[in-house]
């Protein structure tokens, strides 16, 4: 199990470098990032959150439901491709910025080009959650957070409650 960083961590800023190739160690980050977003529980997680600055991303969003579906996918070196004019809300919070929510506006159906685990390069559209999460999670990989999508001052409140947090070495557990 791999420790997920919280904010301010600067880490979590950092621009992901893209994976050159498949190998064994790609594979096995992946199952310790599908083990440690399950047990935190999410639906999704980016390498840097457990600082691993390469762009891999993995995603379940049926498991949420706990109604024992699961529907594992990992997505490397994803880029959206297309994006909807038309927008969509969604309440997000982030494994890295704990016990915060927000409402982030993105496109609502966005078209994404990857490769799978596999080493072949899909392209796919996504709406809905998946939409909201892989954008989410594509932001990840560079260096964006969804507090940079809210109003300044709440931004602003929310970096100095983490920062404070911080420095009286309060680690979220
Ligand atoms: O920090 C992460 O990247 C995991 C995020 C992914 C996510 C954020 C916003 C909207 C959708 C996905 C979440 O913390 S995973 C927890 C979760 C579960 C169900 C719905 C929304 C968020
Ligand atoms: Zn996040």
Known sequence: ?????ILPDKRLREISKPVAEVTPEIRKL???MFESMYEAPGIGLAAIQIAE??????MDIVRK???????PRAFINPEIVG????LNVYEEGCLSI??????????????????????????????????TCIQHEIDHL?????????????K???????EKAAKRGIKYV
């Open 53 to 58: 600055p390469v762009r891999l991303i993995t």
């Open 142 to 154: 560079n260096g964006v957070l969804f507090v940079d999508h809210i109003s300044k001052l709440k």
């Open 98 to 131: 704990p016990e915060y929510y927000a409402e982030v506006e993105r496109p609502k159906t966005v078209r994404i080009r990857y490769t799978d685990l596999d080493g072949q390069v899909k392209e796919e559209d996504a709406d809905g959650l998946f939409a």
């Open 83 to 86: 994006a909807s004019a038309e």
């Open 1 to 5: 199990l791999r420790e997920i960083i």
């Open 30 to 32: 992946a199952d310790d």
């Open 65 to 71: 439901e706990g109604n024992g579906k699961s529907d």
């Open 156 to 162: 602003a409140m929310v970096v100095r409650k983490f």
